[in-house]
């Protein structure tokens, strides 16, 4: 199981317009009726230095 630790922030508020926009499709794809928002997480810095290397990977692996 993979672990991130961080600080739960504050957002724009733009995912609680985008999710009920479509909560149809992501419940007939997904199978599950989404929060209508999102869950803002500031990684701490030994997590977000892992994220930057693992996008940097997935990158040149494309």
């Given at each position: ?8 922030v504050?957002g ?7 999710v ?11 199978g599950?009726?989404p929060?209508p928002?999102?869950l803002?997480i ?6 977000y ?6 996008k940097?990977n997935?990158k040149?692996?494309?």
């Open positions: 199981m993979n672990k991130i630790t961080g600080t739960i504050n724009i508020g733009k995912g609680a317009w985008f009920p926009q479509y909560k149809e499709k992501i419940r007939s794809v997904l599950f009726t929060f928002g999102t803002n500031l990684l701490d810095k030994k997590n230095i892992a994220y930057k290397k693992n940097k997935q040149n692996s494309s």
